[in-house]
């Protein structure tokens, strides 16, 4: 058999052989992302979780906090990006809306600060 022929041989064998490790036997597995790390789609199915869970619960800091992990942007911006990127019914923008409103107007309290 000549040379290039085990070679082109081998080549291929060690690709066959490195896609069934990398796919079957030891696959990557990502666990605990950030949800910056989503997909743009899922990003905005978690936005829209967050909204829904300060409709229940209107704690500020809790809805800060999972607006954060979206990003270093400033709450309203995040809110505004998911709205124009996400594909929503009309009763979701209007939740989100309503949400953007609510961040827009909210000032946070300097609790315990002197001069």
Known sequence: MPRWIQTLFAILLGIMIGLLYGWKIAPVEYVDLAPNALRTDYRAEYMLVVAEAYQHNPDPDFLLRQLALLGNAPPAQIIQENLDNG???PEEIEMLEELLRKIERWEPTLA????
């Open 112 to 115: 315990g600060s002197s001069p």
């Open 87 to 89: 594909e929503y019914t």
